[in-house]
């Protein structure tokens, strides 16, 4: 008794264990995110030295901190903030260079497209012939030779 | 429910093997649909083993002594309390139960990161189901806790139960042997999460300090059951084992005390990493080496490799466990070597006189303690194989070595702090250290005037002063500050104080837990011990304790017999208790243990055992020790604890950070609708 009702839970386990791998395509079905992004990494990082300025200055106004380590700690504190801002003022122009290049690829083949049409498709009647053929199935008018074949 | 037991136990088997596998190819191919059948395989890993651990609860709670390993650990007259921990008292069952441990962790691990860290899941669970795969395999193949006994007659094989089980080692019934083991074990189990963070960190080359500082709290709180757990052994050892001490260097103690050296060290140098980007490589092989030895301190415990330095037969497990460490040694380091170029380091150290260092030093005390404590606890193994004779390593080697390391640790636990980050200059460092220093030296005069001539007690006593003296300090100074900018009144301005910052201040509180155990290791050098006969009416003087026997009686519980001897004590002609030390005789187990009375104050415990009786007088054998400060070991325990507790209340700055992540992931989903 006591066995069949665990046999019946391991079942129901291996069942509930492998659906997800079953599921129809759906929009979500898209590779892994990526955790952080190295300008996400580097915004942490500027927090951090941040912080690090502010503990200072606590330690600082606690009387645990002489006048000329403060001083040199927080130009170096901000000598380093500088330049994370600088790194991640040039990730962000990446990321703003990669959607420009990815802007001008997408324009690049909308106008590709428009100079080579579609082999199959007639250019007068738009009729998505289902072959490469030499004159269009629809009005037979001849397609343009270059949009033949590949 | 035995054969119940059997087939959680080989399911559980099947999902850790098709988690391991689906994890990894999940990871490979970054396919969210075979992240998710991973994840639900974790969940059904952890139904099994649960379902293991009930049958085999079940089993012991109805004394079905059919079950070969519950008529081992258990008996009927075992109390009702004692009937639990027949889960963890043996070799199978207490693997079975570390393999549930690792099946809770893992799946809190899948439903914390249910959104999060998505990339690293997958190899999270793939590794984590890999260790899953190893102790289901041992559980399930070499120590099964679901063996049937069974005797062979003229008509075949037939089942067989005994009608009463060899019962529980006698030492094991007490009550802080209910709570040891499974904090130990949460402490072994729990350190496989951030080993499995580091790895996967590199197999997925994710090195931002993004693991670190997810695995921060996952490091803390296996920490936090191995301290509280090795604390309470401490206890039970002073209770129970009769010799009035609580720390004998034995090698299952040692074994628990590697991964919480190493895993301190971690927890130390980690705000390196987060702070100045410095020592990326260091930490993932801290990491590594605080897993493997959580790994081989169950191997030492488990597998029998110790008795066996007296008897070198019965380890059956031992193989196993060395094969499955050399896998993770090779498995880690070479991940680490494949990856070492994405752990540059980000800045450099400034200054030798700098928090950065103090930490580096700590790191490397540490670590030679780690290599202390090995080293004192395989050399007689080691000497066995090689000379064939075994040397046993006594508690001198480890107090020769280990007295001044600590010693070490506790100066640079006041010290740190004191150093400012990147570079201090000597006049912050006469700036901080004045008022510490003077307040340990007036301490210190003091002692010295008071008799403390040993020069390790004293120093340890100076330390104490002057790290108690520089944490208030740090309070003080942090609170005052405070008021200056917000009016609040001081204790307000301590609280809050303490919550911007739990980590830190939690970090303090945990530091003067250790000082306050420290306080209670140096009164060791006041011990004091005396023993005599006594029959009623004689007197015993123990310093200025006067112990007055009033009378010795024998009596019967339902599983042992017992003989005590009641004692009035008077301290300074003042009437103070009467104490009950008993010599118990456990008639399942037949084995007798001394149960000794105690009279607790913080300034010191009077020890009394009853060692049994004189055969030639009837009179009781009675041994009393005065134990100076011991009280404060335990209640040093306790603010550890409380300190890391502290710790992990996330502080205002981390949820700043966690606001900054959760940002950039609703910019991300935005991004991707559109
Ligand atoms: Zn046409």
């Known amino acids: 008794m006591e066995l069949g009702v665990a046999i019946l839970l391991v079942i129901g386990l291996a069942v509930f264990t492998v659906t997800p791998l079953l599921a129809p395509d759906g ?62 003022q040039e990730q962000e122009e990446i990321t703003e260079h990669d959607l420009m290049i990815e802007r001008q690829v997408a324009e690049r083949r909308a106008q590709k497209k428009a100079r080579h049409p579609d082999p199959y498709v007639c250019p007068e009647c738009e009729f998505e012939n289902p072959l490469p053929v030499k004159f269009c199935g629809n009005c037979g008018k001849e397609l343009p030779k270059r949009t033949r074949g590949k | 429910m035995n054969q119940v037991g059997a087939v959680g136990l080989i399911a559980a088997l099947v999902f850790a093997i098709y988690g391991m596998i689906s994890g990894a190819i999940a990871g490979k191919f970054r396919s969210p649909r075979m992240l998710k059948s991973a994840q639900r395989a974790v969940l059904g890993f952890f139904a099994m083993t649960t379902l293991a651990v009930v049958s085999l609860e079940y089993l012991a709670l109805t004394n079905d002594f059919h079950n070969s390993y519950v008529a081992s650990h258990s008996s009927l007259a075992l109390p009702l309390v004692y009937k639990i921990p027949v889960l963890w008292a043996g070799q199978q069952g207490s693997l079975l139960f570390w393999t549930w441990l690792l099946s809770i962790y893992v799946a809190l691990a899948v439903l914390l990161n249910r959104k999060k860290n998505r990339q690293l899941m997958p190899y999270i669970i793939a590794i984590c189901m890999g260790v899953g795969t190893f102790f289901s395999l041992i559980t399930f193949w070499v120590a099964n806790p679901f063996d049937q006994l069974s005797l062979a007659t003229a008509t075949g094989i037939t089942p067989y139960a005994p009608p009463d089980g060899n019962g529980m080692a006698p030492s094991l019934q007490y009550h802080s042997m209910v709570i040891h083991p499974p904090m130990l074990y949460l402490g072994y189990v729990g350190m496989a999460i951030p080993f499995a963070f580091a790895m996967s960190a590199l197999l997925t080359k994710q090195l931002g300090d993004n693991w670190i500082r997810v695995t921060r709290r996952w490091v803390m709180v296996p920490w936090m059951f191995l301290g509280t757990g090795i604390v309470l052994g401490g206890h039970w050892a002073y209770h129970v084992l009769g010799w009035g001490g609580y720390w004998a260097w034995d090698p299952v103690e040692n074994a628990s005390l590697l991964p919480w050296l190493a895993g301190t060290a971690f927890l130390h140098s980690v705000m390196i990493q987060e702070k100045r980007g410095m020592l990326k490589v260091w930490n993932v092989v801290l990491i590594i080496l605080t897993f493997f030895l959580s790994i081989f301190g169950t191997f030492l415990t488990r597998s029998g490799i110790i008795s066996s330095v007296h008897a070198f037969a019965q380890s059956n497990i031992g193989p196993w466990f060395s094969v499955f460490l050399a896998i993770i040694a090779a498995f880690s380091l070479t991940a680490l070597f494949l ?147 917000t009016r609040e009144n001081f204790f307000a301005s301590v609280y809050n104080l303490t919550m911007r910052n739990t980590r830190r201040y939690g970090g303090y509180i945990v530091h003067f837990g250790i ?140 949820r700043q950070m966690a606001d900054l992540h959760k940002g950039r992931e609703e910019l991300a989903e935005a991004h991707h609708v559109s």
């Not at chain 1, 606690?62 to 700690?73: P, Q």
């Open chain 1, 27 to 88: 929009p979500s079905e898209d590779a892994l995110p990526i955790d952080v992004t190295p300008l996400a990494d580097l915004k942490r990082r500027r927090m951090v030295v941040y912080e690090n300025i502010k503990d200072l200055e606590f330690e600082y106004k606690a009387g645990k901190v002489s006048n000329e380590d403060y001083n040199t700690l927080r130009e170096n504190h901000l000598a380093e903030a500088a330049q994370l801002m600088l790194a991640s």
């Open chain 2, 339 to 485: 990856r070492l170029d994405f752990l540059k380091t980000e800045n450099r150290l400034d200054s030798v006189a700098s928090r950065e260092s103090g930490f580096l030093f700590n790191n490397w005390i540490l670590l030679a303690a780690v290599l202390a404590v090995l080293w004192g606890t395989i050399f007689p193994i080691v000497s066995k194989a090689i000379q064939g004779v075994t040397v046993t390593v006594g508690p001198p080697f480890f107090n020769k070595v280990m007295v001044p390391i600590g010693l070490l640790l506790l100066f640079l636990t006041g010290a740190g702090p004191l150093l400012a980050w990147r570079k201090t200059s000597f006049q912050s460092i006469k700036r901080n250290f004045t008022v510490p220093l003077i307040f340990a030296a007036i301490v210190g005069g003091i002692l010295f005037f008071a008799g403390v001539h040993r020069l390790y007690t004293w120093m340890s006593l100076f330390l104490c002063a002057f790290v108690a003296a520089s944490i208030v300090g740090e309070f003080y100074k942090g609170a005052r500050t405070r008021m200056k900018s």
């Open chain 2, 515 to 654: 000082v306050l155990i420290f306080v209670g290791f140096a009164g060791q050098a006041f011990r004091f011990e005396t023993q005599g006969l006594m029959g009623p009416g004689d007197l015993l003087r123990a310093k200025d304790y006067l112990l007055r026997c009033e009378s010795i009686d024998t009596g019967q519980k339902a599983n042992y017999q017992y003989e005590t001897v009641a004692l009035s004590v008077t301290k300074d002609g003042h009437a103070l208790t009467v104490m009950h030390p008993q010599k118990r005789f456990f008639l399942a187990e037949q084995e007798s243990l001394s149960h000794v009375a105690l009279h607790s104050t913080l300034a010191q415990d009077l020890y009394v055992v009853m060692a049994g009786q004189d055969p030639g007088s009837d009179k009781a054998i009675i041994h009393v020790i005065i134990n100076p400060l011991v009280q404060w070991v335990w209640i040093g325990g306790i603010i550890v604890l409380l300190g890391t507790l502290l710790a992990l209340v996330p502080s205002s700055i981390e």
